[in-house]
C-alpha cells in the first residue's frame, strides 16, 4: 500500500512537469493553428539557458524562470515575426515542415555550442526531499509541480480575462472579426508564439533541475507534450493539466504493475483510444 | 559568366600540385592504407562517439610519424575516412557499404555501441573487408558464425562478473539484488549473461527488470527497491538513464547497500554531472591507464592517455584505449601478413597476439577478446580501481550511506 501511494505521488508529480511542458506546445496550436514540432528543441534550449545562468551567474534556477522566460520569449517572438509568419495560413504539412526543420537546426545549433556533454542544473537543494509518513516528496519535483500548475492557471485566468488574452482567444476563434475589432495579427501571433515559447522555456528550467539535458532531448519531449495536448484537449489551458496528470500517473501505474518497457505502450494507446472516442480531448466539447 | 573564369587556372594549379605532391613523397611513400569508419559525431552518442574518432586519429598520426607500416619492402602511411552516422544505425549501414563498394577503403575499424556493430558487420562480413571495432561487446556480434569482425572490448555477458566476485567478499554481504537493463543489444546481453551469475554465487534476484532505451523516469522502479528493500541494484543501460536513476534515487531517498552501473562512471563528464551525487557508484572498466601496459607505439598506456589529453582537452576512457587498439591490431595483422590482401590479413588477425596500451590482444575463435574488468568506484573525487583479477586491490567504501547522511 504504500508503494502504491509513493508511485502514485510519483506520478502525480510527474504529471505537473509533463503539464508544464506541453502548456507551450498546446497554446500555439490551440492559437495559431501550428503543431510546432520544435517544441522539445525549444524547451531544450530553455534548460540551457538556465544552466548557464545557473552555472555562470550564480541564479538559482527557480527564482532564474522569469529571465529564462523572458530570454525565450525574444526568440520566440523573433522566430514567429521572421519565420513562421510565412506559413502560418498555409497548409498543416508545411508548417509540419518548417518547425520539423527548425527542431533539426536548434538541435544541431545546441550541439555545436554546447557540446554532446550530459549535464544537469544542481542546486543544493536538488536532491532533498519531505518525508511525509511512509511516502518522500522529491523537493525539486514539488516545487516544478507548484510552479507548473500555477503558470497553467495564471495562463487561464490571463486568457480568459486580459484584453490581450481575449484578443488571443478572438483570433483563434474568428480572424476577420478580430480583425475588425482592431486587432493586429502579424504582432498577436508573435506575442502568443512568443509566449508558448517562454512557457516552454520555463519548462526547460525546471526539466533541467529533475533530470540530464543534452542537445537531443527535444524530439522525445515534443512527442510526450504532442500526447499530453491531445488528451487534454486543446480548448482550455486546464486541459493539460488533465492530460499531464492522467499520463503521468499512467505511467507510473504501469511501470509498477505492468513493466517499465510498457509505460511507452501505454501513453500512446491511450493517446491512439483518445482520438478514437474523443477527439478533442478529455475536456474538450464534444465534436 | 565571371565568377567561373577562376575555375580552369585553379583545376590547372590543383594538377599541378598533385604532380608535384606525388613526386615529391617519393616512391615509397606513395601509397596510404586507408582505414574507413562510421562513427557517432552527432547525435544522442556523440559524447561517446568523439572517444574512437579521437583515438583512430590519434593512433594513426603516431604510427604515420613513426614512419608508417612496413609490408615487405614497401612502407605505407594510414588514412582515415570517417563518416558522421549521426547516431543512426541504418545511416551508418549506408556508409559502410559506401566506403568498401565506392570509397575502397583497405579496412574497417568500428562504430560505437552494440547495435550498431551488429548491424555494420553485415557489410564486412558480405564484402570480405575485415572490421576491427572496440565499440560493441554484445555477444551477439560474435554468435553468428562471422569470419571478418573482430572485437576488442570484453563480452558482455561478463561485464558484471567481477562486481559479483567482490559482492561475494562484502561484509556484511548483500543477500538481495536488482537486476535493470535497457532494452538494446548489449544491455540485454549483459543481463543475459549476469542472471546465471548472480544465482551460481547464492544472491537472491529480488527485481529483474527490463526498461526502454531512453526512458528518463525510473521512480517507479525507485520506489520498489526501496520497498523490497533491495541491497545490491545492478544497472545495465545508457549514461543518460543512469545520470537520471541517480538523481532521482537522491530525491526519493532511496540508498541501497551498493549500486552499480555498466556506463558512466569511468567517464569524466558524467562525474562532472552528478558532482558529490556520484560519489559509491559502482562501475567497471577493462581498462586503466597504467604505466604497466607497454605499447610499441606509444610507450604505455600512461603516455597514450597523456599524448590524448593534450591533443583533445579531454581524458581517455576504455572506449578509446580500445579504439587505439583497433589501429594497433590491423597494422600488426598486415606486418603479420605481409600484404594488405583482405582475406590474408584476416587470417593474420585470427592470430594476431601481442601487448598493446590496451592490454593483451589475442582473439578467440568467434573474434572477440576477453579481458577482465576491473571494479571501479567513485571515492570523493577519485576513481578507485576495487577490485581486480587477482582480488582485491583496495577497500570498497560500503555500504552505502543515507543520502541525508553524507
Do not use: C
Amino acid at each position: 500500500m504504500d508503494l502504491l501511494g509513493q508511485v502514485l505521488i510519483n506520478g502525480i508529480l510527474l504529471g505537473g512537469l509533463y503539464a508544464m511542458m506541453a502548456l507551450g506546445l498546446a497554446l500555439v496550436w490551440g492559437v495559431l493553428n501550428i503543431v510546432n514540432l520544435a517544441h522539445g528543441a525549444f524547451i531544450m534550449l530553455g534548460a540551457y539557458v538556465s544552466l548557464y545562468l545557473f552555472t555562470y551567474a550564480h541564479i538559482d534556477p527557480f527564482l532564474g524562470l522569469p529571465i529564462t522566460a523572458a530570454v525565450m520569449f525574444a526568440i520566440g517572438y523573433g522566430v514567429q515575426r521572421g519565420i513562421l509568419n510565412l506559413i502560418v495560413r498555409a497548409p498543416m504539412f508545411n508548417t509540419l515542415l518548417i518547425t520539423f526543420g527548425l527542431e533539426v537546426v536548434l538541435t544541431y545549433l545546441a550541439q555545436l555550442a554546447f557540446s554532446a556533454d550530459f549535464r544537469t542544473i544542481n542546486p543544493t537543494y536538488a536532491g532533498d526531499s519531505i518525508v511525509l509518513g511512509p511516502v518522500v516528496l522529491p523537493l525539486a519535483r514539488l516545487m516544478a509541480f507548484g510552479v507548473a500548475i500555477a503558470l497553467t492557471v495564471g495562463m487561464w485566468l490571463f486568457l480568459l480575462h486580459t484584453r490581450l488574452g481575449r484578443a488571443i482567444r478572438a483570433t483563434a476563434q474568428n480572424l476577420v472579426a478580430a480583425r475588425l475589432y482592431g486587432v493586429e495579427p502579424r504582432h498577436l501571433y508573435a506575442v502568443t508564439f512568443g509566449i508558448g515559447i517562454a512557457l516552454a522555456g520555463a519548462a526547460g528550467g525546471l526539466y533541467g533541475t529533475v533530470s540530464q539535458i543534452n542537445p537531443y532531448i527535444g524530439a522525445g519531449l515534443t512527442a510526450k507534450s504532442f500526447a499530453i495536448s491531445i488528451i487534454g484537449g486543446l480548448d482550455n489551458p486546464l486541459g493539460v493539466i488533465v492530460g499531464g496528470l492522467f499520463l503521468g500517473i499512467l505511467e507510473s501505474l504501469t511501470a509498477l504493475y505492468i513493466g517499465p518497457t510498457y509505460a511507452d505502450v501505454a501513453s500512446f494507446g491511450v493517446l491512439v483510444l483518445v482520438l478514437i472516442v474523443r477527439p478533442t480531448g478529455l475536456l474538450g466539447k464534444a465534436a | 559568366m565571371l565568377k567561373f573564369s577562376g575555375l580552369p587556372a585553379t583545376l590547372a594549379a590543383a594538377a599541378v600540385a598533385m604532380t608535384l605532391g606525388a613526386m615529391s613523397s617519393g616512391p615509397a611513400l606513395a601509397k596510404d592504407i586507408v582505414l574507413g569508419a562510421s562513427v557517432q559525431l552527432t547525435g544522442p552518442v556523440a559524447n561517446t562517439g568523439r572517444y574512437y574518432r579521437d583515438a583512430y586519429q590519434l593512433a594513426v598520426d603516431k604510427i604515420n610519424e613513426a614512419g608508417g607500416v612496413k609490408i615487405g619492402d614497401e612502407t605505407y602511411k594510414l588514412a582515415l575516412k570517417i563518416y558522421d552516422n549521426q547516431s543512426d544505425v541504418n545511416l551508418s549501414v549506408r556508409q559502410y557499404t559506401q566506403l568498401v563498394s565506392r570509397d575502397n577503403v583497405n579496412f574497417l575499424l568500428g562504430p560505437f555501441a552494440s547495435n550498431f556493430a551488429l548491424a555494420d558487420s553485415a557489410v564486412s562480413e558480405k564484402y570480405k573487408i575485415p572490421m576491427v571495432q572496440g565499440g560493441g561487446a554484445s555477444d551477439q556480434i560474435f554468435a553468428r558464425n562471422f569470419k571478418y569482425i573482430f572485437g576488442t572490448l570484453a563480452p558482455a555477458s561478463n561485464y558484471f562478473g567481477s562486481t559479483i566476485e567482490m559482492m561475494k567478499e562484502l561484509d556484511p554481504p548483500p543477500k538481495t539484488v536488482a537486476l535493470l537493463y535497457a532494452d538494446d543489444a548489449f544491455d540485454v546481453s549483459v543481463a543475459e549473461g549476469t542472471r546465471p551469475k548472480l544465482k551460481a554465487a547464492g544472491f537472491t534476484i529480488a527485481m529483474d527488470e527490463r526498461y526502454s532505451t531512453n526512458a528518463t523516469d525510473f521512480n517507479s522502479l525507485l520506489s520498489q527497491i526501496k520497498s523490497k528493500n533491495v541491497d545490491a541494484v545492478l544497472v545495465a543501460g545508457h549514461e543518460t538513464e543512469i545520470l537520471n536513476f541517480v538523481r532521482q534515487a537522491k530525491s526519493l531517498a532511496v540508498a541501497p547497500k551498493m549500486y552499480s552501473f555498466t556506463v558512466g562512471v569511468p567517464s569524466e563528464d558524467f562525474r562532472k554531472a552528478l558532482g558529490k551525487d556520484a560519489d559509491y557508484a559502482f562501475g567497471m572498466t577493462a581498462w586503466l591507464p597504467s604505466a604497466d601496459l607497454k605499447d610499441r607505439w606509444f610507450g604505455d598506456a600512461a603516455q597514450f592517455a597523456s599524448a590524448f589529453k593534450a591533443k583533445f582537452g579531454y581524458d581517455p576512457d576504455y572506449h578509446a584505449a580500445s579504439g587505439a587498439a583497433d589501429v594497433e591490431a590491423l597494422v600488426k595483422a598486415m606486418e603479420d601478413a605481409g600484404t594488405i590482401d583482405p582475406a590474408k590479413v584476416r587470417d593474420a588477425l585470427a592470430k594476431v597476439d601481442f601487448e598493446s596500451l590496451y592490454g593483451r590482444i589475442a582473439f578467440d575463435n568467434n573474434g572477440q577478446i576477453d579481458l577482465p574488468q576491473t571494479v571501479i568506484q567513485v571515492q570523493g573525487d577519485a576513481l578507485v580501481p576495487i577490485y581486480g583479477v587477482h582480488g582485491k586491490v583496495a577497500p570498497p567504501k560500503y555500504p552505502m550511506p543515507a543520502w541525508n547522511a553524507r
